[in-house]
């Protein structure tokens, strides 16, 4: 006996299929698995269909007929995050709208130094593009092969290089929006300065889909460098690479681009699991860091400029031994040491995951105390400490002791998050610094957010998208 519900959602797909093709509307479990599971595989959600408009003007005519049916909406890119931010929950009710097809580059302006984008575009085909246009677009993550620019904004993320450009909120200039009535918002401005009202653009970036849906964006270019260096330096402590951190800002300006900060235990995993990748340091030491630069000028000034601070940094006891790149092969090898932390992280297996921002000048004092905290509750637990300590962002992450099993250690992930976010908090940190919120910390936040700023969020959140259709169950 089919009820009414049932007759709803029918009535509801066909329509979606008459809007944007029958090809592009799937219920087939077995189809859309790959839509329903995040990128960690922890949790697999469920979705009355997965559909793929292939144009702006069809993701509105989807928006339109949910707000009609009342049908949830779960916008989704490369779905590569790490916070369940595009992935439905158990109840079947909402549909996923993968925005791949999605997948144009618009129109790039080398002399505005702008490129328009759709927001299905992978993230490395936009990087490739600016190239060709001989033009950098600086954005880089270990997903960049998958991850989609319309998920890098709504997440708000960060990377490699947000030290010298930026997070995905300063490279963006204008976007196109789908509001949750259907209604298409062109903010698509390739400005600079605009200053006529409020920012809508800074209101849709980081809000992980649930005030619009970003359709195209406008991003920032920036000429590509004439030369770049790179070094992996060995420190005894994170207060040392603190003191690097300074010297090396002093030193190299606007040419330094990147300052990864690894624990010696990530090193340790990486020369485990991908011996092809150990460096031929002499000992093993404490931390590392990843340092970049990025020159405008020539590669003897870029040559110049890493001697500079690398031999001072010897000499004044800051640094404790180095490895010069001195070709883009061994460059591409050392980042390629920083980039497999999270793989060998996998093959040792399962660990609990912080994605934390701190200021910069406590990070030593943080990992000091937090670390401590850990090993008096959890003696023998390993810290897979790593990050972008240039921009204060730190993946703190925790793997269980070696005499443990991996289960019932992560029986204790709650209690590991709340010591290591009270540890953040304390420190006047952020318990989310790229990955977002998504439903994976969306009660952690009342922790620590003021009942104040959660209302300011919810009285936005419900003016734009009263009927509560938009990515639910996410950030609030």
């Known amino acids: 006996m089919t009820t009414d519900i049932d007759a709803s959602l029918n009535e509801f797909i066909d329509a979606c299929r008459h809007a944007i093709g029958a090809q ?35 993701v509105a005519a989807i928006v339109r007929l949910c707000n009609q049916f009342k049908v949830p909406v779960v916008p989704q890119g490369g779905n590569t995050g790490l916070v369940l931010g595009s992935i439905p929950d158990d109840s079947g009710s909402a549909i996923i709208l993968s925005l791949t097809r999605l997948n144009q580059i618009r129109a790039v302006d080398p002399i505005n130094n702008t490129m328009t984008v759709e927001s299905g575009c992978i993230l490395q085909n936009i990087q490739q593009a600016a190239k060709q246009a001989n033009r950098l677009f600086p954005l880089s993550l270990a997903s960049e092969g998958s991850c989609t620019i319309g998920g890098n904004l709504s997440a708000n993320a960060g990377g490699t290089a947000v030290l010298r450009y930026g997070n995905a909120r300063e490279l963006c200039l204008g976007l196109e929006v789908v509001t949750p009535q259907g209604h298409v918002w062109n903010g698509l401005r390739g400005l600079r300065k605009d200053n006529t009202g409020y920012d809508l653009r800074d209101l849709y970036i980081g809000a992980e889909g649930t005030l619009g849906i970003i359709t195209a964006a406008v991003l920032k270019l920036f000429p590509q460098p004439k030369a770049g260096r790179t070094a992996m330096l060995a420190l005894r402590s994170a207060d040392d690479a603190l003191l690097l951190l300074t010297r090396a800002q002093e030193k190299c300006s606007a040419a330094l681009t990147g300052f990864e900060l690894m624990s010696g235990f990530c090193m340790e995993l990486v020369a485990r699991h991908f011996p092809q990748l150990c460096l031929s340091f002499q000992e093993a030491h404490a931390q590392y860091v990843l340092l970049e630069l990025s020159d405008s000028e020539s590669d003897e000034h870029a040559n110049m400029l890493l001697e500079d601070l690398v031999g001072d940094a010897l000499q004044s006891d800051i640094v404790q031994d180095a490895i010069v790149a001195t070709s883009i092969a061994q460059s591409k090898t050392l980042w390629k040491v920083r980039e497999h932390i999270p793989l060998a992280q996998a093959v040792e297996g399962k660990n609990i995951k912080h994605d934390v921002a701190l200021p910069i000048s406590v990070i030593g004092d943080f990992i000091r105390h937090t670390d401590q905290q850990i090993q008096q509750a959890f003696a023998g637990a390993r810290m897979v400490t790593f990050g972008h300590l240039g921009d204060g962002n730190l993946h703190y992450n925790v793997a269980h002791p070696e005499q443990q099993t991996e289960d019932s250690f992560l029986a204790q992930q709650t209690t590991i998050n709340r010591l290591v976010h009270d540890s953040v908090h304390s420190f006047g940190g952020s318990i989310s610094a790229e990955h977002g919120i998504g439903a994976l910390k969306r009660e952690e936040i009342l922790r620590y957010k003021s009942e104040i700023e959660m209302n300011l969020m919810r009285t936005i959140k419900y003016a734009l998208d009263p009927l509560k259709l938009m990515n639910p169950g996410k950030i609030i």
Do not use: F, I
């Open 24 to 58: 592009y509307v799937s219920t087939d479990a077995q189809q859309n698995a790959s839509y329903l599971t995040d990128w960690r595989r922890r949790h697999t959600g469920a979705a009355c269909a997965v559909m793929k408009p292939g144009s702006t003007e069809e």
